[in-house]
């Protein structure tokens, strides 16, 4: 896969099915790096395998969509060129769609009512005066912000104080023809100082329920509740009690609401550190969460915007070793059937009509819509088709190392063809609470098709293999997950094809944190790219959207301690060259974190640049602005072709030669590190 490649990406979301269970509808997304932007598109396949796939519509970015419950109608949002997404319905019996909403901010993912007659939302409404509100009024005019809470901003959305999320109802045109009647104005359901999220329909249509934080420890702890509320907005209360982190809820037809949920977060409500969020059923009488999944053992990795019961079971996709199993667990108890397992990423579900449909993503495909009916499985679709013709896409292949301690590390290595040896590339996840797993990864598949060999684990930290492997760094950031990360790469060089001599590490957001860790350690990697990096856990707690909770819960609050985990702290002994990339508006790992990386190596005279992306936050590599994500990559490439030259990525080989010495810079009582000088030679 090369760079421009990004452009034959195909990525489709959460599917939804009809109700009869023939035609499920997703939509598909791809970079148009000509425009610099995201298009989207509604794709029509039927279950059965009968006909190909067909696009539904062709404008700008379409997603989310969504079957009305009498299958005469598809909402979906839509999004104008340079505009936000709205509410879109379209008749499924044929027909132009409509536009029914019109919010500054734009609007959520629609949600029908029972009646079909009926459409619940969220949106961001914005304080007046604020966000383009007032014509004129620009976003440097605007009043100050007075900020009183500890939970006042988020990455990839901006201030939340000034613009909660509320919920919404629509009712349909009454003659859906005539599109030169006025669209029914939309009814705001809730008000307050609290985001209103996840929004459901009870199954008699006569409330909406939701999920909010409203209680009063609400700004200091990390739990939500869900609540529920009559479309008019009357009678508003809550439904959980919990010390929990509900989400997703849903009803079953008998009305016993159904929630993903983390169950317990402890007596202060932020114990969240590889807590595991499992399908919880509600006890009516006392709010309280019975998990029906073991939230030590599992936990939910599946995109799916709700909590999907179907004929007396929730259908969920589960973590496991680097796959997402879709799971199918009896709400009466007993063990789950498995209805997809190996090698594989369920990312979205849907039933309807004695049909599931899933999204699957694999390490050749973004995702594929597969159709299960009992005894048979089909593959629906061929999205992958285009990236996968080029011929630069690569298998990963699979192993286990043991670390010192003897713990098993699981994870992967992808070569490319040809007996090499290859340089290599260690790359390290984000999270810490995350996987590396059996999906298309655009940023491997780059690298090998420019001639790496891609090392990638899942140490100790990691989610996917129990609660207790996530928990194990706690209060030891840099101990076991870096010895499991080095044992790994030690294993995977044991294989002659790799170059155990050309070794190069790389990481984002932890994994920028721990490549940091390392190279403080050891001088063995030939370069390094620290990315979106968490490296001050001090500075960190003030600076991060999630700062206030994060550093205390995963490393602690002795000062010893976090001087001792601190990735920052080991700097001064850093002397591989390194490429800090980071994005200005990142408020998950704010930008002074990697600037002040790049001023520590650079004042030292260690080879480093500092890649500064505009307009960009945390999400950069993976939903940027597509040029920027063009542009990311061939900046990464150039700086393994300076330092880790292949054949396929012909860059520059660096020989290092000592500067004349100097202690410019150097604190009085701290040793002088030679600086270095780099002469560039082009190789063919």
Request: charged share 25%; glycine share 10%; proline share 9%.
């Amino acid at each position: 896969m090369r760079p421009t490649d990004l452009a034959l990406l195909r990525v489709p979301g959460v599917p939804t099915v009809s109700p009869d269970g023939r035609i499920a509808v997703v939509a598909v997304s791809r970079p148009d790096l000509e425009a610099d932007e995201y298009r989207g598109q509604l794709w029509a396949v039927p279950t059965d395998a009968s006909a190909p796939a067909r696009p539904l519509t062709a404008t700008q970015r379409d997603s989310d969509p969504a079957f009305s419950p009498d299958g005469r109608w598809l909402a979906y949002l839509s999004s104008e060129p340079g505009g936000k997404p709205q509410i879109h319905v379209l008749p499924t019996a044929g027909g132009v769609g409509r536009r029914l909403t019109d919010h500054p901010l734009g609007a959520g993912a629609p949600v029908w009512s029972p009646d079909s007659r009926r459409v619940a939302y969220t949106a961001r409404v914005p304080e007046h005066g604020r966000y383009g509100t007032v014509e004129g009024v620009t976003p440097a005019a605007e009043p100050p912000r007075l900020i009183t809470t500890l939970q006042y901003r988020r990455d990839g959305v901006g201030f939340l104080v000034d613009r909660r999320s509320q919920v919404f109802v629509l009712d349909l045109p009454r003659d859906f023809a005539d599109d030169t009647a006025p669209v029914p104005a939309p009814v705001q359901v809730t008000t307050g100082d609290a985001d209103c999220e996840d929004v459901t329909w009870r199954p008699d249509g006569a409330a909406l329920a939701f999920v909010s934080a409203r209680h009063d420890r609400a700004d200091r702890d990390l739990v939500r509740d869900v609540y529920l509320v009559a479309p008019d907005g009357s009678d508003l209360r809550r439904l959980t009690g919990s010390r929990g982190d509900c989400a997703l809820p849903t009803f079953a037809p008998d009305g016993t609401l159904y929630v993903t949920a983390v169950p317990d977060l402890g007596p202060d409500g932020v114990d969240f550190v590889a807590r595991q969020a499992v399908p919880c059923r509600v006890e009516a009488a006392t709010g309280a969460l019975r998990p029906l999944l073991d939230p030590e053992l599992h936990h939910r990795g599946d995109e799916t915007r709700a909590t999907v019961v179907v004929d007396d079971a929730v259908l969920v996709g589960v973590q496991r070793r680097g796959a997402v199993d879709l799971l199918r667990v009896p709400l009466a108890g007993g063990e789950p059937d498995v209805l997809v397992d190996g090698p594989f990423t369920v990312r979205g579900i849907a039933a309807a009509g004695g049909v599931v449909v899933a999204c699957v993503a694999h390490d050749r495909s973004a995702g594929e819509l597969i159709a299960i009916t009992p005894g048979r499985r089909r593959l629906l679709t061929d999205f992958g088709r285009e990236l996968g013709e080029t011929g630069r896409v690569h298998r990963m292949i699979e192993r286990t190392a043991t670390a010192p301690d003897g713990h098993p590390v699981h994870g992967w290595v992808t070569a490319p063809p040809g007996p090499g040896p290859h340089p290599v590339l260690l790359t390290i996840h984000g999270g810490p609470f995350a996987q590396y797993g059996w999906q298309l990864f655009d940023e491997t598949q780059a690298y090998v098709s420019a001639g790496y060999a891609v090392v990638q684990c899942n140490p100790r930290g990691s989610s996917g293999y129990g609660a207790a492997h996530g928990q194990a760094i706690r209060g030891a950031f840099g101990d076991r997950d870096a010895a499991d990360v080095l044992a790994f790469l030690d294993a995977a060089l044991e294989d002659p094809s790799l170059d155990a001599d050309r070794v190069g590490v790389m990481g984002g957001s932890y994994g920028g944190y721990l490549t940091t860790v390392l190279i403080g350690r050891t001088t063995r990697f030939a370069a390094a790219i620290s990315e979106r990096a968490f490296l001050d856990p001090v500075s960190f707690v003030g600076s991060s959207d999630i700062g206030w909770v994060f550093s205390d819960q995963y490393l602690g609050t002795d000062p010893a301690r976090l001087a001792a985990q601190s990735a920052l702290a080991a700097a001064p002994g850093i002397t591989t060259p390194t490429l800090v990339i980071h994005s200005e508006e990142d408020w998950r790992c704010p930008v002074e974190q990697g600037a002040r990386l790049f001023v520590e190596l650079r004042r030292r005279g260690v080879p480093s640049e500092l890649l500064l992306f505009p307009g960009e936050g945390h999400e950069l590599s993976r939903s940027g602005r597509p040029r920027h994500r063009l542009a990311r990559f061939e900046h990464v490439l150039r700086w393994w072709a300076r330092w880790l030259p292949t054949p396929e990525n012909g860059g520059e080989v660096a020989e290092l030669e000592p500067a004349p010495s100097s202690d410019a810079g150097v604190p009085e009582g701290e040793p002088a590190v030679e600086p270095l000088t780099v002469r560039a030679t082009r190789v063919d």
